[in-house]
C-alpha cells in the first residue's frame, strides 16, 4: 500500500504533483485512490490538499494549472497516496509543522510506536526539537522495528531523508529513491510498495520531480548555425559564435570531418564559446551534413536555431 513523495526546491508542490502523476501514467496497483498533500508556504503556512478518490486527478479535475499557486509553488512539498477512502482525518498521514518541516511516508507511517505515539508524528517532534531528518527518522524506527511503516521525513532548509522499519524492510515489492541534494538546491525522497513494476518507480518519480524543479534543459538563450559555417580541429567539440550568436566556427575533435562528405553530431550538452571563453552549452545535438569542413545543412536546413544553457560550463 502507498506511495510517499517529498521535494524541496523550485516549485516542489508542483513537482511531487507531476511526479505521483507519472507513477499513475505507468504503475498499477494501490495508487490512483487517496491522497493527502502538504506544503508550507514561505511565510510559514501549513497548505493541504486532499481527496479520498481518483489519485491526482481527484485531487485536482481541473488539472494542476488550477491547484491553489500558493500550494504549487511552494519549496517544501510531500504526499502519501495509495488506494482509495482511507481513514479521516487524511491530514493524520502527513503532519507537518510551519518553520519546522514535514513527515510523509508509505505503508502506514501513522501507526502508534512503542511511545504510544503515531511513529510520523514523532518523528516530526524531533525535527521539532532540531534533530536532523536522518537522526529523526532513524532514531524512532530503530526503536520500532515491527512496525509497519517507512517514513520521508523533510525540514524547512531541505534536510530529508527516508528510510524503513526492518518489517518494511523485508519486504519484496518495495522502492526508495533520493535524488538531488539540499546543497544543489532541490532534493527529492520516494518510497513506495504494492505498485507495479515496483523496480522503476521510485527513480522515476523521484526525476520527474526533480525535472520539475531544476529542469535540465532550461533555456537560457539561442545560437544560430547556417550552412556554410566553418568546420575546424581541435581537442574538443564546441561551437564558436559572435556577439549576436550565430555560429562562426565549429570545433571538432575528429579530424576527418574537415574533408570529404559527413553526417556530423556533436554530442551531449556540446561547450558554446564566446571570444574564446566557454559561456554555456548546447541543449538539443543538430544534426549536420558537412562537406570539405563546411557545414551544407543542419536538420535539413540551411539555417537552425539551437536553445543553449549558460548556467551550466563544464
Do not use: C, K
Not at 525535472?211 to 581537442?235: C, E, K, N
Amino acid at each position: 500500500m502507498t506511495i510517499g513523495i517529498a521535494a524541496y526546491g523550485p516549485n516542489a508542490g508542483l513537482s511531487i504533483l507531476r511526479a505521483l502523476a507519472a507513477v499513475e501514467a505507468v504503475g498499477r496497483g494501490a495508487i490512483g485512490g487517496f491522497v493527502s498533500m502538504v506544503a508550507l508556504s514561505s511565510s510559514g503556512a501549513v497548505l493541504r490538499a486532499e481527496t479520498q478518490q481518483g489519485g491526482s486527478r481527484g485531487l485536482f479535475p481541473d488539472g494542476f494549472g488550477a491547484a491553489p499557486p500558493d500550494l504549487t509553488a511552494a519549496a517544501v512539498a510531500g504526499l502519501i497516496s495509495s488506494g482509495p477512502n482511507r481513514p479521516e482525518p487524511l491530514a493524520q498521514f502527513t503532519p507537518a509543522l510551519g518553520g519546522v518541516g514535514l513527515v510523509t511516508g508509505h505503508r502506514m507511517p501513522n501507526t502508534a510506536g512503542v511511545s504510544g505515539r503515531q511513529v510520523n508524528e514523532e518523528v516530526l517532534d524531533r525535527l521539532r526539537q532540531g534533530t536532523s531528518a536522518e537522526r529523526a527518522v532513524d532514531e524512532v524506527l530503530r526503536a520500532n522495528p515491527l512496525a509497519d511503516a517507512g517514513v520521508i521525513a523533510l525540514t524547512v532548509d531541505g534536510d530529508l531523508h527516508a528510510a524503513d522499519t526492518d518489517y518494511v524492510a523485508r519486504r519484496g515489492d518495495s522502492g526508495r529513491a533520493i535524488v538531488g541534494s539540499r546543497a544543489t538546491g532541490a532534493v527529492v525522497g520516494v518510497l513506495h510498495n504494492s505498485i507495479h513494476p515496483y523496480r522503476p518507480l521510485a527513480a522515476l518519480a523521484a526525476e520527474v520531480a526533480l525535472d520539475v524543479m531544476q529542469p535540465a534543459d532550461r533555456v537560457d538563450g539561442w545560437i544560430t548555425i547556417r550552412a556554410g559555417a566553418v568546420l575546424r580541429a581541435g581537442t574538443e567539440n564546441a561551437v564558436e559564435i559572435d556577439q549576436d550568436g550565430l555560429v562562426e566556427a565549429i570545433v571538432v575533435e575528429d579530424h576527418r570531418f574537415l574533408t570529404g562528405a559527413w553526417s556530423v553530431g556533436l554530442g551531449y550538452q556540446t561547450l558554446v564559446v564566446r571570444a574564446g571563453a566557454p559561456i554555456g552549452t548546447m541543449l538539443l545535438e543538430p544534426y549536420m551534413v558537412v562537406r570539405d569542413g563546411r557545414v551544407l545543412t543542419v536538420d535539413g536546413r540551411p539555417e537552425q536555431s539551437v536553445p543553449i544553457r549558460t548556467a551550466r560550463v563544464r
